[in-house]
């Protein structure tokens, strides 16, 4: 009996701290999840309307918003005057955090110019419905640009594939789309291009029609080409050029004075008269003629 309330006393004292314990973690759970949490929010610069590309921020169209500190956007900005009066360089929607990789630096100006990336260049060029794709060339394709023509010296048309992997700036004077992706009927493209590729889309343009190619913007691939000549179209032999002519040998004007001065003279010296001698026979006069051959002989 005495082990008997021993074992009693030992299960009893052990149910009373577990139930103790128990009723501590309860408590204590219990109370954490009725106290709200506090966060610490940051300040961030979000849009109030849709800014298109080429357009300037204006204290009307930013506003701050609260977010939790560990949610604080790379690149946002927390203060207004750090993004009024900077270009838009690519499209914000309301409510969207102002990130520095959507603007250009203050004072870069307004429309095209903010979007030309340093040692780049924006050129225009005339198109028309077949030049420029029907329309679908849209402001943030890729292009490749094909000129026709006859090179120097050949007797052939040739067209060759100039420029490759070319971004459109603008159609006309959209320089943004509203992602319907609808054809834009335009005279003018204007494509971004490094100085050199500039010079060459001049001259293709002037020297021969120019064809503009539309390509997968995520296809960066450049492919090498040789060209295509009119008689590699139609399978015929290619045009024989003809052989230039051998230019006259240019004389100096004062050595032909000096040749026709000499040869002057000799043709103007009169021929030489024959020796003549009169021999008188009798009554018979004759006269005879001598040559300078018959004095030699």
């Known amino acids: 009996m005495q082990f008997d309330r021993r074992f009693v006393l030992v299960v009893s004292v052990s149910m ?36 298109p590309a080429g357009s300037t921020l204006a204290p009307a169209s930013v506003r701050l918003r609260g977010v939790p500190e560990g949610l604080f956007p790379a690149g946002a900005f927390s203060r207004l005057e750090d993004v009024l009066e900077r270009p838009v360089i690519s499209a914000i929607q309301a409510d969207e955090p102002v990130v520095e990789a959507r603007l250009a630096v203050k004072g870069s100006g307004m429309g095209l110019g903010p979007l030309i990336p340093p040692g780049m260049r924006a050129i225009s060029v005339r198109v028309n419905d077949v030049v ?42 959209t320089i943004a789309t509203d992602g319907k992706s609808q054809p834009i009927t335009t005279p003018v493209v204007t494509l971004l291009v490094s100085p050199a590729e500039a010079e060459a889309l001049t001259l293709a343009n002037s020297e021969g029609r120019i064809q503009l190619l539309l390509r997968n913007s995520t296809d960066r691939a450049t492919v090498a080409t040789s060209g295509r000549r009119l008689h590699d179209l139609y399978g015929a032999s290619p045009p024989e050029v003809a052989p230039a002519k051998a230019a006259a040998p240019k004389v100096h004007r004062a050595a032909a004075a000096a040749v026709a001065a000499a040869a002057a003279p000799l043709a103007a010296a009169p021929a030489a008269e024959p020796e003549q001698m ?9 006269v005879e003629v001598f040559s300078r051959e018959q004095e030699t002989k």
Not at 35 to 47: G, H, L, N, S, Y
Not at 141 to 170: F, K, W
Not at 278 to 286: D, E, T
């Open 16 to 51: 009373a701290c577990a139930l103790l314990v128990a009723g501590g973690f309860y408590r204590l759970v219990r109370g954490a999840g009725s106290r709200p949490r506090a966060v610490k929010d940051k300040q961030v610069v979000v849009a109030t309307m849709l800014l």
């Open 132 to 173: 420029g794709v029907a329309g679908f060339v849209l402001p943030g394709m890729r292009v490749d640009v094909l000129v026709t023509g006859r090179p120097p010296n050949g007797n052939d048309t040739e067209t060759r594939t100039v420029l490759q992997n070319i971004t459109v700036l603008s159609a006309g004077q």
């Open 278 to 286: 009169i021999v008188i026979r009798g009554s018979v006069k004759k």
